[in-house]
């Protein structure tokens, strides 16, 4: 399952927003205006094997956001305002 929401001017998502999409495998976020992820964002996707939030204004991502995820996922995340990663 594909959810392609780029191009949106979206600039916030909400914690658990995604919950209940299981099958969801790919998802994309690029070409808006998040300007944070943070944890809980991506709660319940443990199917999701490409995360592309490329071209937004991300400063900061929250040290857990991605921790429901896959270990071989693709995440595409350039082009953004990051100041700091956490570990």
């Known amino acids: 399952l594909k959810l392609d929401l780029n191009i949106n001017k979206i600039k916030k998502i ?3 927003t995604f919950n209940g999409l299981r099958y969801l495998n790919s998802l994309d976020l690029s070409y808006n205006q998040l300007e944070d992820l943070n944890n809980n964002t991506f709660n319940f996707l443990g199917n999701l094997g490409i995360l592309f939030v490329d071209k937004n204004k991300i400063s900061s991502i929250g040290q ?14 350039h082009n953004q305002k990051l100041s700091s990663l956490q570990p």
Do not use: R, V
């Open 14 to 16: 909400e914690k658990n």
């Open 64 to 77: 857990f956001t991605f921790k429901d995820l896959s270990l071989n996922f693709e995440l595409g995340l």
